[in-house]
């Protein structure tokens, strides 16, 4: 079914918007506050009907964030070359500074304890609880995307002509190379680390099974995939990149090898840009090109709209409870919803 | 959806020791009002502290579209996004390719890319050359020739170190290559930088002044020397007939065809119709209404291999409407 854009959107009744002064780069939760990273080089926190509390971090823009694996709060990497550690309560300690080099990528298990970020052609990794880099690993050109399975402990590099796969706890782990002509871009473990998937600059997904390195090609897109999203049992891939959310199944053995996508939330002449699932209900947020945000469930095809049309969808998040749903536009216009307040 | 326009981009190429550098630093230094973000391949030389200026790695990679001379810059794609995520902070972007590049990755880079497309365009490809030396060079460097052949503005540095012979010789030599790109002679690279940036639309209206087979046979130095092949039609041209045409050139020839710029009068039309294109990759768009005065002549012009210019200018008349 087509998202109706005549219906209201639930921001109006449950939720509200704030408007920040640059980009939005990552949308985190921790618990009920929202991290909002900036193209200015600025966090912002946002908890319930508070005030964004704004903190700067980064001379440039904050290219890439993830939550920190204790969980207590963000890590942020920047066009100028650090990674720092940011709370909510506006404390800032560097975790690293890469002189004339950009940190575009980050990657992080509370399972482990690792954390990982892409710099130039390094994986930069910190082991569990320490604050200085612990180990690093060099792949032959610039990294594309980084993704660690639900252990923590597979990590995967996407760069060109295919990807490396090896063990980012371990600083002398052995490694898979995996080799796919083009330039990979965004990649993703499934949980249980048995397919790996990438986004290719001409559009379209690359996959190996990784239990006999078998390739898979995902087509069909019109734009390049940036986002994706795992349901909860790890049996559903969501992909960005499209005028519906596309979602490939991954259970059995041979995952989407020979079988067809399910659909959903599809619209008229705008691109799915950021997709989110739902930690408890087989529900999947989806943020399109055109600003709309909406709920599709798995089940039925039923949609609601979030919220109307605006600038590009570019960050959305769940809160682990799955209580709190977040989402950004390239204007700066941030929409917080409020899940529990429906009841 | 809000409309943002897209981001000008000036290409700096040039052989070693042309003076790519000391334009650069003029670029960077300069009181000119405007900010620009700067992609440097050393950035070590570039005596200016600036945290707009980027280190490039010239990462050329071969698109898995099924066109074989498409090749991209995959970092170009990733600076300028992430460029991108700081709009506001500057105004214009400055690429510097290194002495020994091919320009076609860096072009086919704007032509391929959407998301680049979306928010940045090529505005003119830059060529310092260094006149004492660009004779030499152009001996043993298929380089050199090929930034040449790339340049919309060509910078022909160190005039004060030839006499007026050899001068006349390199611009002879730059013509017989290039006979559209817009030539500045300097020093030291001392001129207004508004002749080089943001110049806007690969400055078009330049083919427009050039004569159709501007080049007589002498010209050609070596068989596979890059030339210029300008074409022109009175009668407007039919884009049902034209469109099928230019794509099956570039299929067959693509290789051979370093770069093609076009302005088009359609019939009925009250917008002119550019087109422009690198190796087999081509993008069209209608630019603005036709002035009153300005007559609805359509150009073509080739820059490549092996071209024939009668062939070409025989296909070309065809595209045209006949007088009923």
Redesign the interface.
């Given at each position: 079914m087509l998202v109706a854009e005549a219906e209201p959107a639930l921001i109006d009744r449950y939720g509200r918007h704030v408007a920040l002064d640059a980009a939005p780069t990552a949308l985190l939760w921790l618990d009920t506050t929202a991290a909002v990273t900036l193209g200015d080089g600025s966090v912002h926190w946002i908890g319930d009907d508070a005030d964004p509390e704004a903190v700067p971090v980064h001379a440039g823009a904050i290219l890439a964030a993830c939550r920190h694996p204790d969980g207590a709060a963000i890590v942020t990497g920047g066009d100028d070359g650090r990674v720092c550690r940011v709370s909510p309560a506006g404390e800032v300690a560097e975790l690293g500074a890469f002189s004339r080099k950009w940190v575009e990528h980050l990657a992080a298990s509370p399972a482990s304890g690792l954390l990982v970020a892409g710099v130039g052609k390094e994986a930069i990794c910190w082991t569990k609880g320490t604050s200085a880099p612990s180990h690093r690993y060099a792949v032959g050109s610039t990294i594309g995307g980084l993704a660690l399975d639900a252990k923590g402990k597979r990590l995967a590099i996407a760069h060109y002509n295919g990807a490396t796969l090896l063990y980012g706890t371990n600083p002398n782990s052995g490694r898979v190379a995996l080799a796919w002509t083009g330039s990979h871009l965004a990649c993703t473990l499934q949980p249980e680390g048995r397919f790996l998937l990438t986004a290719l600059q001409e559009t379209g997904l690359h996959g190996w099974r990784l239990a006999d390195l078998r390739d898979i090609r995902m087509g069909g897109y019109s734009a390049k995939t940036r986002s994706f999203s795992w349901d909860r049992k790890g049996k559903w891939l969501a992909t960005s990149g499209d005028a519906a959310a596309i979602l490939w199944p991954f259970e059995g053995k041979d995952g989407p090898m020979g079988k067809p996508p399910l659909l959903r939330a599809e619209r008229k002449g705008a691109v799915v840009t950021q997709l989110a699932f739902h930690s408890k209900d087989d529900v999947l947020a989806v943020g399109y090109a055109d600003g709309v945000v909406a709920l599709a469930r798995l089940a039925d095809e039923h949609t609601l709209l979030l919220d109307t049309e605006g600038a590009s969808i570019t960050v959305l998040a769940w809160n682990d409870a799955g209580t709190r749903l977040g989402w950004g536009g390239e204007d700066g216009r941030i929409g917080l919803l409020a899940m529990d307040a429906r009841a | 959806?809000?409309f943002s326009p897209t981001i000008p981009v000036t290409v700096l190429t040039g052989y070693l020791g042309a003076g790519k550098t000391t334009l650069l630093n003029r670029i960077l230094s300069e009181n000119h009002g405007r900010r620009y973000a700067v992609i440097v391949n050393e950035?070590g030389e570039i005596g200016i502290d600036n945290?707009l200026i980027?280190?490039a790695?010239e990462?050329v990679?071969?698109?898995?579209?099924g066109c074989i001379c498409c090749t991209?810059r995959?970092?170009l794609?990733?600076i300028i996004e992430?460029l991108m995520?700081?709009?506001?902070?500057f105004d214009a972007i400055v690429i510097e390719t290194t002495g020994l590049a091919d320009p076609a990755p860096v072009a086919q880079t704007f032509f391929v890319?959407?998301?680049v497309r979306a928010r940045a365009s090529l505005d003119a490809i830059v060529t310092v050359v260094d006149a004492r030396h660009i004779l030499l060079r152009l001996e043993d460097s298929h380089e050199a020739e090929e930034q040449i052949a790339f340049a919309d503005v060509i910078l022909l540095n160190k005039t004060d170190l030839v006499d007026a012979g050899g001068l006349a010789q390199v611009r002879r030599r730059i013509r017989s290559i290039n006979a559209q790109a817009t030539l500045h002679e300097t020093q030291n690279c001392v001129f207004p930088l508004e002749a080089v940036l943001e110049r806007g639309a690969f400055d078009l209206d330049r083919i427009l002044e050039i004569e159709p087979n501007f080049l007589s046979e002498d010209d050609h130095e070596h068989d596979d020397a890059i030339t210029s092949v300008s074409l022109r039609s009175e009668a407007p041209i039919r884009p049902e007939l034209f469109m099928p045409w230019l794509r099956t050139l570039t299929a067959a020839q693509g290789q051979d065809i370093l770069r093609l710029k076009g302005v088009l009068a359609f019939p009925g039309e009250e917008q002119r119709y550019v087109v422009q294109g690198v190796h087999m990759l081509l993008d069209g768009n209608h630019q603005r209404e036709w002035k009153p005065e300005e007559p609805r002549t359509s150009r073509l012009v080739f820059i490549g291999r092996n071209l024939d210019p009668a062939a070409l200018q025989a296909g070309f008349d065809d595209c045209a409407a006949r007088a009923a």
């Open positions: - | 959806m809000a950035f945290d980027v280190d790695d990462e990679f071969e698109m898995n579209n991209v995959g970092d794609i990733r992430g995520k700081r709009r506001g902070a890319d959407d998301d």
